[in-house]
């Protein structure tokens, strides 16, 4: 598996960050894209030596470019990390049109934006790896959440397709579901919120980005092969999928 060229979607911050600084441990050659402001991304690249391109991942004709220049660059992708992710949270009988519109397209249709973008070259050679990040609330709901845990269940339904008709063509695609992490998605959220949550995991704390990462590097290696369209929780009791 050394050698392998990887893209992590979201990948210089929180839990795509770690899973590029595993994957790139690990000996993949790995491309980390972003969509924000670029001064964690130039941070990201000089701390870790992993290159940063930018695209907005809720964009297909940017999805199909950015491949190309990554593939022209380090070589044709076959690990793909799904992780890119955004929540805009409300009750839904406040939310907006565009509160909805937006977490749909970025979260989850970007996960076919780029899956399309990679597939046909890894049906060619014959092999691939497609991790997705869902989202304990993708599978057990969230009050405040009816976009978000909607895109993340679609990852899951999404998965269980597309492994169906990748199989024989020797790529996998597996979703990684995590519980609440300690990233700035969570940090951002009213701290009496994250302890009322906290005091309900069993494992008694938030997860840590390099936990989620240990999963995605398993499921993206040769050991993972047998395992398709599974949905992989980590989330330290809280919801027992
Ligand atoms: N269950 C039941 N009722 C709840 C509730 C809950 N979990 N949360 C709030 N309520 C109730 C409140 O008690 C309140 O009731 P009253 O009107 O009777 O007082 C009512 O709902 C409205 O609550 P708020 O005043 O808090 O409403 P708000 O509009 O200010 O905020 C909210 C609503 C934005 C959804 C806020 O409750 C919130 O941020 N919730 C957390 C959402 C969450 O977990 N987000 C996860 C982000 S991290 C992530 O998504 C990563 C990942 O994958 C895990």
Redesign the pocket.
């Known amino acids: 598996m050394a050698g392998r060229v990887a893209l992590v979607t979201g990948g210089v911050r929180g839990i795509g960050a770690a899973v590029a600084v595993m994957l790139k441990a690990r000996g993949y050659k790995v491309a980390a894209n972003y969509h924000g402001a670029d001064d964690p991304a130039v941070a990201f690249t000089t701390r870790t030596g992993i290159s940063h391109y930018k695209w907005d991942v809720s964009d297909f004709d940017a999805c199909q470019k950015g491949v190309a220049q990554i593939t022209a660059a380090i070589g044709p992708i076959e690990v793909l990390v799904n992780n890119a992710g955004i ?1 805009k ?3 839904m009988h ?1 939310m907006t049109k565009e509160q909805w519109d937006d977490v749909i397209r970025v979260n989850l249709s970007s996960v076919f934006y780029m899956s399309r973008s990679v597939i046909e070259g890894m049906r060619t050679r014959g092999f691939g790896r497609i991790v997705s990040i869902s ?3 993708g599978q057990s709901g ?4 009816t976009n ?1 845990s909607a895109s ?1 269940a679609g990852i899951i339904g999404f998965t269980k397709a597309l492994a169906q008709e990748s199989a024989i063509k020797g790529i996998t695609v597996n979703v990684v579901a ?4 300690s990233t700035e ?2 940090r951002a ?2 701290p009496a ?1 994250v302890e009322k ?1 906290t005091s309900k995991i069993p494992v008694g704390r938030l997860g840590q980005p390099e936990e989620i990462a240990r999963a995605v590097c398993f499921l993206a290696s040769d050991n993972g092969g047998y395992i398709t369209g599974s949905t992989l929780s980590i989330n330290g009791g809280q919801y027992l999928a």
């Open positions: 929540t949270d409300g009750v406040k989202s304990i609330n969230q009050f405040g959440q978000y993340k995590p519980g609440y992490t998605m969570v959220m009213d919120i949550i």
